[in-house]
């Protein structure tokens, strides 16, 4: 598919993992790429992939939690792309594991990188989009914002951003600004959450591989394949939505109906 020929796309925390995969599959269906990230090294990384492939991509070291930080972002974006057609709003963390393990510091660094980050980003590719009547933001939300399924800090903060994707697509949908989310399950990458989880059990992902229907966790790329979707104009009509990408695991409690079917 091709459905990114001539569009120019930014994606926070594009160097790993999910971001990184949206990085790859975008410029794979033709978009040049603004590969986001607080740290420039993986960033350079996925342009020197996508360089190799024949697409255009720049890397561009950027913290999402200051404004400073992505008015610069977004305005260099714009100097080497040109203006923005799409903005995945990727990035954020997680590592508070429990309410009592929640501290005041924990809670503020969750809600910055994942919430008030999305606000910043989010309004800061606003006016241009609005200028050309024309734009499209996916926003990566989580499962944990939907149900309670560990990290509460981090899940308030998806949850919030439920609303804040909600609030974007019916105060710009008339400017010709789609605004979705895409909410993924467990999926197979080295953050900071996975990272501590696979020390403690190398076997996480298959252990919970029994809760997904589907009998498997996901890749970045099934999350990608969904934000491509959201993102190309054959979405012209999905504004608001949020997109559940969990192989099944929140429409149901799998192993609670295999329990009660005996
Ligand atoms: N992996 C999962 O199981 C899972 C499940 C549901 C939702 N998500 C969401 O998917 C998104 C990506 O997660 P991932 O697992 O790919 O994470 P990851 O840690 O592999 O990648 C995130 C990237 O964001 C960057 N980043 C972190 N803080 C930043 C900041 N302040 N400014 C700029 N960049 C920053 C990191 O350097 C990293 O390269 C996040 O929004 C996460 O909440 C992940």
Redesign the pocket.
């Given at each position: 598919m091709n459905r990114f020929i001539a569009k120019t796309v930014l994606v926070?925390?594009g160097?790993?993992?999910?971001?990184r995969a949206t990085c790859l599959r975008l410029a794979q269906e033709g978009a040049a790429v603004a590969v986001?990230?607080?740290?420039l090294a993986?960033a350079q990384e996925v342009v020197r992939e996508i360089a190799a492939t024949g697409r255009t991509a720049v890397a561009l070291e950027?913290?999402?939690?200051k404004a400073t930080s992505v008015e610069a972002m977004v305005r260099n974006a714009e100097k080497a792309l040109g203006p923005l057609s799409v903005l995945v709003n990727?990035?954020?963390?997680?590592s508070a594991s429990t309410v009592e393990a929640t501290g005041e510091a924990d809670w503020d660094v969750e809600f910055d990188?994942?919430l008030r980050?999305a606000y910043l980003v989010m309004k800061s590719v606003i006016p241009g989009m609005a200028e050309r009547g024309k734009g499209a933001i996916v926003a990566?939300?989580?499962?944990?914002g939907r149900v309670y399924v560990g990290n509460p800090a981090y899940s308030a903060a998806?949850a919030g951003l439920a609303m804040w994707v909600k609030a974007m697509a019916v105060e710009y949908g008339p400017q010709g600004i789609r605004t979705n989310m895409v909410s993924?399950?467990?999926?197979r990458?080295?953050?900071?959450s996975?990272t501590d989880r696979i020390a403690r059990d190398p076997q996480i992902f298959e252990k919970l591989a029994r809760w997904y229907p589907v009998g498997r966790v996901g890749n970045?790329e099934d999350i990608a394949a969904a934000v491509a979707f959201l993102a190309s104009d054959e979405a012209g009509f999905v504004n608001g939505a949020d997109l559940v990408v969990d192989g099944g695991l929140t429409a149901g409690m799998g192993p609670f109906v295999q329990e009660i079917n005996g």
């Open positions: 926070t925390g160097g790993r993992g999910i971001g986001a990230d607080l740290d993986p950027a913290d999402v939690t990727n990035a954020a963390a997680t990188v994942t980050a990566i939300g989580s499962v944990n998806k993924p399950g467990t999926i990458t080295q953050n900071r996975w970045p």
